[in-house]
């Protein structure tokens, strides 16, 4: 049976499934499977590792948002553009 996972490492993946919008099992899967393909071992590694993930998904977040607020502003062309019903 698997140990229980640090609290430390719990929280950080908590953190990152908030931010990127997935379940906690999810965040911790994507912690884990990155964790393995750099060949990092131990919570303290992983919770370091989650960490840069979701200081990464932060700083993707304030991109995203500026972008989509850019998108969805009139243009020139379009500033009185009505519809009817």
């Known amino acids: 049976m698997a140990g229980i996972p640090d609290r430390a490492y719990n929280a950080a993946c908590g953190h990152l499934a908030s ?5 906690i099992a999810a965040a911790r899967r994507k912690v884990d499977v990155k964790a393995a ?16 993930l979701l200081a990464v998904a932060r700083g993707d977040s304030a991109s995203t948002h500026a972008l989509l607020d ?11 553009f009505m519809t009817e019903d």
């Open 19 to 23: 931010a990127l919008g997935v379940s």
């Open 37 to 52: 393909q750099a060949g990092l071992q131990g919570t303290a590694a992983k919770v370091a590792l989650a960490e840069e």
């Open 70 to 80: 850019e998108l969805l502003e009139a243009t020139a062309a379009d500033a009185n």
